[in-house]
């Protein structure tokens, strides 16, 4: 299981990067969120993926999962979240502002 | 137990979220802003008074100890580096009165300073490798609003690199807590200290050891600092002064608990791959500086160099190079702060921010030229001043381990150091005042009014800032054209802000002046650092 969660990973991150280098600002941001998601994955199959009731008390189970890198991963996630709004309306600003949500034109103003 | 130790956080974020209630009170904001961080300053002062007396200063959040709470640590390299940040802070918060703009104070201005201090003060003081991370972000995402406030374009640009380079690094560091979290099954840093030296480092721990470093060089510009010398130049010069004592600074001091406390075990492998970004750094920085021509450009690449000379002593890690580090830091922070301060005058005095443009200002403002001057040389490490004793003990600790190669391109660098800031000064302050700094504020403000007038032609949304943005325009064109008409006429800089430049630039004379007991407080911070065992036993002993 580990395994296979780990090429899924894998395979975001690599999707993650592949759009970072791209030159629409859309696909960066995407790109991001993607790679947020994998690291969050991450976390969690990091800590293991044995078999075990849902981390509450009130299941009176012989074993739970690992309580504390969902405690890590959701305060990652609103991070993320609040992170990726800014982002994105940076992004709409920038559009407007500069007239363009192409990394490559952006920089060659800047050289003006 | 000490309920002191979180005050440095606690005190910027309650006076952050006090002041979210007054937008438009602009000179209560800036009481309260002042008074608040004031208030910071006594807590670190007091923390640093008792860490000095009676040694660590724990306090476990919620009564949980150590390894299943949160703990916040105070050792006395942490508590010298609060204290020195909330000060330096308070200075660029006595700059910003004035000069960052009434639209700026109005949209938030003075809560986004603290809550970036907030997230300052808590990074060095938190003693949980998660905690440290979501600190990292409280004053990442500060910063972000900080560099993008004001909203014109070269601020929009250098905000999107920015964001996209720290989102990376935080994604990175969010995967190295999830490797160090499946190999040793721990956040807290001193129960990871113990975890990784009972496993032995060596294998997967070096590798996480090395993404560590490459998260903490991406935030601190070792080597990794292609963002930073365009980023560094977009915001107001209060903002920049900010961000040039601070956020490089908490990027190193991440970098020097983890090798120190962390991972230490396998010099051979971690502090090789520092030593080589140092050299790296330090070389790469020269030549920028070497190579610009714009006064914030050649002091941001001067951070950069800065940044490879503390990374030089971490690499070398004997105890002379590690009490080096904690001096060069505290001198660091307010000679990089000051001097950004006084960068920041020169271009408002000069109404140009490129070399060539500038002359003579001496006759104009010589206050502002001579401690321009005592900066300058403070950074390069002449005797009489602040910068000497750090690099002294650096250097001194490179000798000892017989690291003769990046000794001498610290040395190296140092010159480079002193000859670019010299040769601003000489620039800037001395020979004839060129026809250039009237015309290019002209130029500027024709630009301005232009970008001005194409906003107003297009028919986007946000018609709340464009009335803004016009009458900006509109005062700049004629205050442009006010002073093109009398060129000769001095333009004021203003009193107040002479004077907290003043003060910095005395504490950094006084820091040199003092240098025996700067080296005594170093000596005391580096005793953590050598020996991590009593930071653990302070903290895993209740």
């Known amino acids: 299981m580990e395994l296979l969660l780990a090429l899924t990973i894998g395979i975001l991150f690599a999707v993650g990067v592949y759009m970072i280098l791209a030159r629409s600002l859309l696909r960066v941001i995407l790109g991001l969120s993607l790679l947020t998601h994998s690291v969050h994955l991450l976390l969690l199959t990091m800590s293991g993926l044995k078999a075990g009731a849902p981390p509450l008390l009130g299941e009176k189970a012989d074993s739970y999962v690992d309580p504390l890198p969902q405690a890590l991963i959701l305060t990652s996630i609103v991070i993320s979240f609040g992170v990726t709004s800014l982002y994105f309306v940076l992004a709409y600003k920038s559009y407007q502002k500069l007239g363009t949500d192409d990394t490559e034109q952006m920089r060659r103003e800047a050289d003006e | ?542």
């Not at chain 2, 510009?221 to 560094?232: C, I, N, T, V």
């Not at chain 2, 015309?439 to 024709?446: I, L, P």
């Not at chain 2, 009335?467 to 005062?475: I, S």
């Open chain 2, 1 to 542: 137990m000490n309920n002191l130790v979180v005050l440095p956080l606690l005190l910027p974020l309650c006076t952050a979220v006090l002041l979210l209630f007054f937008k438009e009170r602009i000179q209560l904001q800036r009481i309260i802003s002042a008074a608040g961080q004031s208030a910071t300053a006594i807590a670190c002062v007091l923390l640093l008074v008792q860490t000095g007396s009676s040694g660590i200063q724990l306090l476990a959040m919620g009564g949980w100890a150590a390894p299943y709470g949160i703990v916040f640590t105070a050792d006395f390299f942490a508590a010298l580096l609060v204290t020195a940040a909330t000060i330096t802070a308070g200075f660029c918060l006595a700059f910003s009165f004035g000069t960052v703009g009434s639209e700026r104070e109005k949209f938030y201005f003075y809560p986004f300073f603290q809550f970036l201090m907030a997230g300052v003060n808590g990074s060095f003081l938190t003693g949980d490798l998660f905690n440290l991370f979501v600190c990292f972000e409280v004053l990442l995402i500060s910063s972000y609003a900080l560099l993008v406030l004001g909203g014109t374009k070269g601020q929009l640009r250098a905000t999107l690199s920015y964001m996209l380079i720290n989102i990376l690094s935080s994604t990175l560091f969010v995967a190295a807590v999830a490797y160090l979290y499946g190999v040793t099954g721990t956040l807290n840093m001193a129960h990871l200290s113990v975890r990784i030296a009972e496993a032995g480092q060596g294998g997967i721990l070096n590798v996480i050891a090395v993404l560590f470093l490459i998260v903490f060089s991406l935030k601190a510009g070792l080597f990794l600092f292609f963002w930073l010398p365009s980023a560094y130049q977009a915001p107001p010069p209060a903002v920049s002064a900010l961000f040039a004592a601070l956020l490089t600074k908490v990027g190193i001091y991440a970098l020097v608990r983890t090798f120190t406390l962390l991972f230490p075990g396998d010099p051979g492998v971690t502090h090789v791959w520092i030593a080589w970004m140092a050299g790296a750094t330090m070389i790469l920085g020269a030549v920028g500086a070497l190579a610009s021509k714009d006064v914030m450009r050649i002091l941001n690449f001067n951070i950069v160099i800065s940044v490879g000379f503390v990374a030089f002593g971490l690499a070398v890690a004997n105890e002379a190079s590690l009490q080096g580090v904690v001096f060069y830091l505290l001198h660091d922070m307010a000679a990089k702060a000051l001097l950004f301060l006084l960068g920041g005058m020169m271009i408002r005095e000069a109404g140009a921010d490129q070399l060539s443009a500038m002359g003579g200002l001496i006759s104009r403002a010589p206050w502002l030229g001579w401690m321009f001057l005592v900066a300058a040389l403070a950074a390069a490490g002449i005797p009489p001043l602040s910068g000497f004793g750090g690099k002294l003990l650096l250097l001194q600790g490179g000798l000892q381990a017989q690291s003769y190669v990046l000794t001498a391109i610290s040395l190296f660098s140092s010159l480079i150091v002193l000859y670019t800031l010299v040769r601003l000064f000489i620039k800037a302050f001395w020979g004839e005042q060129p026809a250039g700094p009237a015309t290019a504020v002209v130029a500027e403000a024709d630009r301005v009014s232009n970008a001005a007038a194409k906003t107003d032609a297009r028919t986007d949304a946000d018609a709340q800032t464009k009335p803004d943005v016009a009458a900006n325009a509109v005062a700049f064109a004629t205050a442009a054209k006010a002073s093109h008409g009398s060129a000769t006429q001095p333009r004021n800089t203003s009193r107040g802000h002479l004077v907290v430049a003043g003060v910095l630039c005395l504490i950094v004379v006084l820091m040199g002046v003092g240098s025996e007991w700067m080296a005594q407080a170093a000596a005391e911070a580096a005793r953590t650092l050598v020996d991590p065992s009593v930071y653990i036993e302070a903290v895993l002993k209740e």
